[in-house]
């Protein structure tokens, strides 16, 4: 992992940022999640059931699914407005995405099925031009890719049990510059990577037809990043080019939920859903001797507090099947963020969310099902005081919008 931190500024770590949801996650990873903002665990009928929700693999129709998804992302331009001076003021740029996905669920084999995901869960982009927020985060980009197998089992028609391997890819990007004290300049960059594993596993119950009780667990994987490191500071012999290491965690998600069919026609889901943030206690970039500048020592080899907290997530989904080739579909959940006041930065200007959604999916014919949803994420604006920050950040957001196809084997 290549990194160069710009400064004592460092106090926020770029390796945490998002694309739209809580913390860096991306939760939203099928055109249905999108159409039902992330209320996707309890009712799961398509493909996407082997990331969501494995043990509803059991439920589906006796042939093999594929699916594929693509998404367009675009993250809105961040608003910051300084009490101190207008000097340290910024605007974030505005960001784009295609986020690429791909499921499949295998025919039933003596109530066992196989399931395949590919999905990228958590990412950032992140970038600042302006003087003061650039010594903190010029560019911060985090990207995380998902391979999973998972296997369910049916017990009986009222129960089903699933486990899955998660084989994880992440790469880093992180570069800042800026003046750290008067007439002393520092600068980072970095580039890094790691392979890890994680599990998941999950249980439905369906105490009659028309409902179904889902929990979900997902693991957290430790992101172990390595790589090179390039600081250099003006002050005295200022550079350090060598090996680098820093750890950031992919945290542990709980999920609950519960769904119910009206009239064979409307399901209504409730979830809620549990992320352990609170393992972020710090960021600690590691080398294999301590930096010998006082400098790049303390803008780059003292650990960062993030102390974040657990944060709960709370989402509606409806699906209506219009009994024709169409169905309709629509979610609003809550997103809390889990950042405090006293370590969020220019790095990751999060707040608490409303996400609103909506989608259409189309049967073509026997095999083929396409679909479209569209999210609107809206966050709070956020007023700070800490070490670095004395302002207001403003304007957050993100618009989704998805496109997939299903296809019946």
Sequence with gaps: MKKSIAGAAVIALAVSGTAYGSGY??????????????ANVAYTRGADAAYYNPANMSWMEDRGFLEGNAEWVRL??????????????????KEDFVLPTFFAVSPDYHNFRIGFSYGIPDGLSKEWRQPFPKTVANEFTLKVFEFGVSGSYKINEMFSLAAGIRTIYADATVRSSG????????????????WEVGYNLAASARPIPAMNLSVTYRSKVDLDLEGDAYLATSAGPGVYNGPGAVSVPQPAVLSLAGSYTFFDQLTVELEYERTFWSKYDDLDFTYPAPLANPVLNMAFDQ???????????????????????????????????????????FDLPDSDAYIYSVGVRYQANEHLNLGIGYLYDDKDDRSVVNNLINGEFSGSGAHVVALGLTYKL
């Design 179 to 194: 003046m750290v004290a008067p007439g002393v300049t520092a600068s980072r960059d970095m580039d890094g990577n790691t």
């Design 76 to 93: 809105k331009s961040i608003s910051y407005a300084d009490r101190r001076t207008s000097s340290f003021n910024g605007e974030s740029d």
């Design 25 to 38: 996650r991306i939760p939203e990873q099928s055109v249905n999640a999108v159409a039902k903002a992330g």
């Design 303 to 345: 650990p960062k507090s993030k102390n974040w907290d657990d944060s709960d997530t709370y989402r509606i989904g409806l699906t209506y099947d219009m009994k024709n080739a169409f169905t309709l579909m629509a979610g609003f959940s809550y997103d809390k963020t889990p950042i405090p006041d006293s370590t969020l930065s």
